[in-house]
């Protein structure tokens, strides 16, 4: 287990990789087995009688204050878990933001309530709970512990669970409980699609013991226990098996059932739903031969529930001591009361069984979230100016709940969009964040009377629907950008950026611009001498501009130094793991920023991933050092790592525009779709990235993993290689298995498939396939029918080789481009890709072709000295890296 991270869990049981368990920060007031005091536990664990642990939920809220119930007031069976509750006085949304989810991922989600008159009113309240913008019930009852269900799969990398106050009392909860469950499990669940549990029943079991649950259900479902007087009881001691991964009564639970009493009659199930007939309900039942029947005795019968014959119509035999489940074909709805029956047939010598059954009610997803990519833009917002308080859930949906200085656009068809922002006079600080850049249809954007620093980014002048931008009364400083004021002359914006003591030009001397450019070019110009001394790259004026403000602030600093940080340090720079920015198959990476405002990547690795993790592990540690070393323009910077109490985190560069596969999918109505000269840059930057893996570093690094989702663009949309050298760091087998279960099964050269004999050619062959991204704009697998997918390569390379390439060109050009660009770049891919390793060309010879090509391209701005440090065999080195320098400048 992690400490101080106990929601990553190496999996105990081969079924659940992560296992997710909050409860309220945890208050042991009797003090018996741990030494916490009451009222300060946020960081706690405990472990219930069946061996679950449950973590403390401070990481995931951080509104709503901790009460004890009275000890008396708690039922025995939920001692711990109800001893406690998180109540939400203020505000009128509050809301847990669960980062450690996956997107497209089923998961189980229960939530506990009970009252237990923790606030002396004697008044119970009700109010209302949403997951993520929907209306998931209304809490009420909850004098006695109230319990309630969900499956869901999740939309995004993040859930979040809202209490809504309805006027009727302080909402509050006890605990929730998160588990991922089998893809196959619960087929009807879906994005639009979740389903509430209203019953479930292990038939036949003799009320002895409580609930039948975890460890015999894996996923801790609580399997309750009914009678009816209609029914008689059988059971084995043989145990059922479960063929398939797709419903897993526990074999305790298959091991008994009902019959009629009466063999001859036919049996019922019957439930009501008391409250509202509009429920549409799904059933499952479950269903195992548990008597030894005689070779010439048969059990066959019919099912029926509500109007609906199940099982396709057709009679149905239970398998002996094997599992089958049965659904209903359609939604049950419409009444207050339902029976399933189940009847004999004429062949039949046996009365009809039950072993189990499940009904739940279905839950749609009606209400559209906010444009993705708004939510992650004010997220990235929220974290970088640690905005607290009513920032919670999602910004504009409900409509009556979005966030306070925002205002939405709710178009019809599309999801909700934010449309004006006012951070005026909230205590900002800091630059402005890139991510306002991701606001594509803000219109009105007020950050006046802060403590904004730094200069005035380009990207605010290309927001398309701007048209007021107000950052006056802050502490900006450099040149207000040209579009900014061109835009402002033109009149399509209202810009306001009086009263900043540092900024150089204003609204009024546009047309100044000349003479207050070219001082300030001139000492870029002698600073870029020096600069070129040691290697550097000549660039465009705005990004001359850049640079000349790293290097006057940062001159003289030892440029690389191996960092090694602690534990509260690596919380601190992620406010607590607040953010969560990415997953793979080592750990999940969480946005971090320095004590300088540098902004990082923090990867947290699970721990079962690294190789011998608990030998003092200096070989981690080693193996960091070296990668540390490691410096090219076009890979990934580390910044440090933190080993400590069996945590360990990598801390990287922070790529502001995400990865090169996100980027490639978009399919937004607003074209963020990467130029074709874009592409060829960012091919020949990871081209250059390989290149200096496996020819400068001694001994050569195969990356092993070269994919999309690796290759990271910063705010330039510059593309850098990351996760480089991992196979140094973790197990054989764990990235094997990782790469498979991912999926990145496109990308994994044949030969090296075939002959396990692993080179740089490997590398190579995964690089043909992210051109073949780069040109088609598809992922490494592409789906041809519903049930169909094929390689990327054996879809695209036939038509590049003897076809017509425009068919497999990225639509997204739509025809705007110089066709043999493309066959260029097409043919290296294929020669990337040659079957076998022999046939394919060096990253170095890619790169001269490349490079070759690019260079006629008028297109582009050569730039292409690489800035090179040192490689494992040499001592550390200077680079030129902003983010090392600007580190070693504190
Ligand atoms: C933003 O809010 C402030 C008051 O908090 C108000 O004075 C200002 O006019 C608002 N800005 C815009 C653009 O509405
Ligand atoms: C702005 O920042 C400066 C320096 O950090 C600080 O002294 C000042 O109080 C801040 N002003 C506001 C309004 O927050």
Redesign the pocket.
Known sequence: MLPGKPYLFPAKEAFSPVKVVLSPAFNDCAGKKRRVNCGIAEDSTYTDTTDITYSSDAKYINTGVNRNLPESSIPDRLQRLCSNLRSFPNGSRNCYNLSVISKGTKYLLRAYFLYGDYDNLNKPPQFDIYIGVNLWMNVKDVTQPFVRELMLMAKMNYLSICLVNTGQGTPFISAIELRPLHDAMYLPVNETYSLMRWDQYDLGRIADGGDVRYPDDPFDMRWKFIENETWSFINTSNKVTNPTAAFQPPSVVMMTAIKPVNDSDDLYYTWQVDRDPSFQLHVYMHFAEIELLDSNATREFTIYCGNYSCNGGKPFRPKYLVTTTIQIPQPLTGQIEYTCSFKRTPNSNHPPILNAIEVFAIRHYNATPTRDQDVEAILDIKSAYQVKGKWMGDPCVPKNYSWDGLTCDYPLKDAPTILSMNLSST?L?GEIAASFANLKYIRSLDLS???LTGPIPNFLGDLPSLSLLNLSGN?LNGLVPSNLLEKSKKGSLKLSIDNNPNLIGSVNDVKKGRKIIAPVLASVISTLVLLTIVGFVHRKFTQRRQRASIVKTKSGSMLYEHRRFTYAQVVSMTNNFERSIGKGGFGTVYHGQMTNNTQVAVKMLYLRSIKAPCQGSNEFENEVQLLMRVHHRNLVSFIGYCQEDGNMALIYEYMAQGNLGSHLSVTDKYSNALSWDRRLRIALDVAQGLEYLHDDCKPAIIHRDVKTANILLNERLEAKIGDFGLSRVFNDEFTHVSTAVKGTFGYLDPEYCNSNNLTEKSDVYSFGVVLLQLITGKSAIVRITNSEQISLIDWAIPMVVGGDIRDVIDPKFEGNYDIKSFQKVAEIARACTSPKSIDRPHMRDVVVELKEYIGNEKALESESVPENGGCMNSGPVQTTSEILSSLSAR
């Open positions: 205590g600080n009377r802060n403590n502490q």
